[in-house]
């Protein structure tokens, strides 16, 4: 259903008019501007190689080629080599960033597309806009506009950080052209995109929009975010005489302050959690909360009815088989399974990534991977609930003052009738 549209719509739009008519000469002018002095569009501007942390890969940890290959198969140039306790990426690398995206322990970094980054600059257009566009550098071919995230391919984001994206905004699509992956020498990215968008959506029980057409890309930025601008435009135009200000920042400003909010809550979050289960395992080791993790508990936390629709599994023990050698724990670089003083293998679900690895070291198959309660990864926020509970104090508070103000205004009426009767009586 359409916005009612009011008065300031109104003039919001012939705001725009008025702008867009202050600004072709501009654009006539930068339009005879020689090429050289104009930002041109270099696919290489989006792409990073990535580096290695040996110290989480699972591979390396057990030494064993058997309990993880994912980066391995993913990498369409077979550039990676875990050779002697190390994992190291050749100067061939197509700088896809597969290998970040189903790496579990998220062993594969670089500096500007963590799922921390990409979910600030997808949920920042998606904010803006009433269109976001995940897209690559091959589909899109010139600079993108604001509300267009360009990534080395699609397969970048990872499944959970597919999960919360879909969770928290509902204008987010990708856009592909027909037969682009086809063409594409990124030969893994389309398979890899499509079965962590699928398992995204069914978690979180939304569609991903999909755009083939570039003349169909929807570019107005959102109602909220233009009505932002005006009113702070308004409201300060003859501060802005005099400081030179820029009021138009003022939805920019909002968008931020939303994306510093939720960078907040995760940070709470992981607060809540290490208070609750332990910052360090048995072994005194630190557990890593992985980002992508984080992310799904962060959207967990916004709708807890989701938990019932996630899939996921951790090891369980048995115990009666278990001869405590420690290889599980080993093999564990989140350091979610301990091993502890009494001997009894032990799991914290929140850092555990359902990669299965310590199942496969475990020779007396004293683990299992069985499907997990999802609920366990939503942390009570204590701050949440010492307001919600002072709130509640104060609403029963108000409720009792107000029948204590009823049982006084009904004594008041009732010695006012006496008094009434009484004054009838000796009449």
Request: charge should be negative; glycine fraction near 6%; aromatic fraction near 4%.
């Amino acid at each position: 259903m359409a916005e009612k549209r009011d008065f300031l719509d109104e003039l919001i739009d012939l705001q725009s008019d008025w702008r867009s008519l202050k600004e072709m000469p501009n654009q006539m002018v930068g339009s005879i501007m020689d090429g050289e002095e104009r930002q041109v569009f270099n696919p290489a501007d989006y792409k990073e190689k990535p580096f290695a942390n040996s110290g989480r890969c699972l591979r390396v940890a057990s030494g064993r080629t058997d309990v993880c290959s994912r980066c391995l198969d993913v990498c369409p140039t077979h550039s990676i080599t875990i050779h002697n306790k190390s994992v190291s990426i050749a100067e061939d690398c197509r700088k896809c960033g597969l290998c970040g995206a189903v790496c579990p322990t998220e062993a594969f970094s670089t500096r500007r597309h963590m799922p921390r980054q990409i979910y600030d600059q997808i949920a920042r257009a998606a904010s803006s806009y009433e269109q976001c566009y995940v897209t690559c550098t091959r589909a899109l071919k010139r600079l993108p506009k604001g509300n267009e995230v360009v990534l080395a391919c699609v397969g970048a984001v990872p499944r959970d950080l597919w999960f919360s994206l879909m969770a928290d905004y509902d204008n987010i699509s990708v856009f592909l052209p027909v037969g682009i992956c086809d063409r594409c020498r990124t030969t893994t990215g389309e398979e890899t995109y499509t079965d962590a968008i699928a398992t995204a959506e069914e978690w979180a029980d939304a569609a991903l929009g999909l755009e083939v057409e570039k003349s169909e890309l929807n570019h107005e930025l959102t109602r909220a975010y233009k009505r932002s601008q005006f009113v702070s435009g308004a409201v300060h135009s003859v501060e802005r005489l005099v400081t030179r200000g820029t009021p138009a920042l003022a939805g920019a400003k909002a968008v931020a302050k939303k994306l510093s909010d939720h960078s907040q809550r995760l940070n709470r979050l992981q607060k809540e959690l290490e208070a609750a289960v332990g910052s360090k395992s048995e072994g005194n080791h630190m557990r890593i909360l992985t980002q992508s993790r984080k992310l799904m508990m962060g959207a967990l936390q916004h709708d807890e009815s989701l938990a019932q629709l996630v899939r996921l599994e951790v090891p369980v023990c048995d115990h009666a088989l278990c001869t405590m050698c420690g290889d599980c724990a080993k093999v564990c670089t989140t350091h979610a399974l301990d091993l502890g003083r009494d001997g009894r293998v032990g799991v914290q679900s929140a850092y555990c990534v359902s990669c299965g690895a310590c199942t496969v070291v475990c020779e007396e198959g004293a683990l299992s991977m069985e499907p997990m309660d999802v609920r366990e990864l939503v942390v009570p926020d204590k701050d949440a609930e010492e307001i919600a509970r002072k709130k509640a104090e104060a609403k029963a508070k108000a409720a009792e003052y107000a029948e204590k103000g009823k049982r006084q205004l009904s004594r008041v009426a009732d010695a006012l009738e006496r008094l009434d009767d009484g004054a009838d009586d000796k009449r």
